[in-house]
């Protein structure tokens, strides 16, 4: 494989430094290979973050396969959409406080008791009696997800050179797509074959594995603010939020479901307005305002997210109920978009010169503009390669954009701010499905969704709401070629260069 220039770094890190450096030809690794990820530096680590990866996908996308069975043997249907918003407020909380936690009492000791409490969480779902135990488990798991899915964000930067950060990413993207892919379908079959309980008892062992990894990978010597609390209400004004805008759904009236969506965008809005004013904040300086490269990159973050989860909500339901698939065929194309991300992911990340990634940043919601507007008009032609080719589109976005776009906001964190960067990337990605499913929610409920609708008014209906979401991918071009153009050398635009 040929060799290529690596982006340009200076020997020594310093806080003004965008990454760690490159290794030199003497630790035996070559520019450019995917097998570096499993060299002997980082094998380990490699595992070690693809199953985070793959655990946080796999107990996001299993409640929708086991409840079911769990519903008929211990009750409680009318509390199955809290099986999964339980989950999410508690990683998105508890992911926002993991760059905190790591500062104060090192990664190694938070991530042992992260894994902890997530094994708790998974055992108490698997043994549970009732579904309030089910969710109590559920809350608990995504509290154990939110932190280790944050840290092994904060991890990249720090354990790889530059050169090797995409393919991290992409190796992340590949593992994602497998478990969110196939992690119901093994649900299901171990539901059928063993028992529901038997499906969340999987975690187990891979989350054993997953903690001997992290013990052995995550250092105990990066504490730094010994002496500095945690900033509480920002926290709490978040968790408040998020529970809001995930009980709108749950809402009858059209007019108290809107109030509700804009009391929890008001309330986590109030949680980042309260972090900045906090001698200690959560977030990095500056997350949100459009005066620098992670402001302004944090919003992409939070937007492209918030785009597609109108997808993700109604598509494989659309292709039921107005094109007539079956279950097992809707899921497949379905899960298009998290196969095109996959692989554009991984085709991309030979990637080096600083304009082609520069390019594939601006690009991302360009494309996801563009397989938007497919996918609306696939629903409303009643095309299914139309709508097929708009998920692939909408994958390819996140595929050749997401690895660049955040390896482009850690390099412009000072060093003192990185971790809070890295950390709050997924965090905020699962925010942006979160608020993307409460606006959609809204959306198709003020046109009238309902299961009872006739198959034209109910395809009229979906491609109305699928229009909302191409709304939020024109700021996210804007800010798109503002945060590169505003980011440092090289990732930034100096005169003469695009």
Known sequence: MPKTAAIPVSATP?????LPPDPTPADGL????????????????????????????FNGFLVTTVMPSAIAEIG???LIAWSVSLYLIGSIVSGASAAALKSRFGARLVMLIATLLFLAGTLGAAFATSMPQVLIGRMAQGLGEGVVAALCYALIPALYPTRLVPKVFGAEAMVWAVASFGGPFAAGWITETVSWRGAFLVNVPLGLIFLVLALKTATPRDISDTGKRIPLSPLLLLAAGMLVLLSAGSVVDLRISALTVLLGLALVGSSVIRDRK??????????????????AGLWIVLLMPVAQATSAVYIVFGLQHVFGYGPTAAGGFGAVMAMSWSVVAVLIANLTSPSARRRAIR????????????????MGFQSVPMLVLGQALVGAAFGSSWS?????LMASSPAA????TSGLLPTLQSAGYAIGAALAGLTANSLGFSEGLDR??????????FILPILWTLPAMVLARRTVRLAPPPWGVTPGRK
Request: aromatic share 4%; proline share 4%.
């Open 14 to 18: 310093s806080a003004a430094d965008p």
């Open 30 to 57: 070559s520019d450019q290979r995917w097998l570096d990820l499993l060299a002997p530096r980082h094998a380990a680590t490699t595992v070690m973050l693809c199953m985070g990866v793959a655990l946080f996908a």
């Open 76 to 78: 409680g249907g009318h």
């Open 278 to 295: 906090a001698a200690h904040r959560l977030m990095p300086e500056g997350a949100f305002g459009l005066g620098s490269t992670v402001g």
């Open 363 to 378: 690009g991302g919601p360009v494309l996801q503009c563009a397989g938007m507007i497919l996918v609306a008009g696939g």
């Open 404 to 408: 660049y776009l955040n390896q482009m």
């Open 417 to 420: 701010e990185r971790d809070k």
């Open 456 to 465: 034209d008014t109910l395809r009229l209906v979906l491609t109305a709401t």
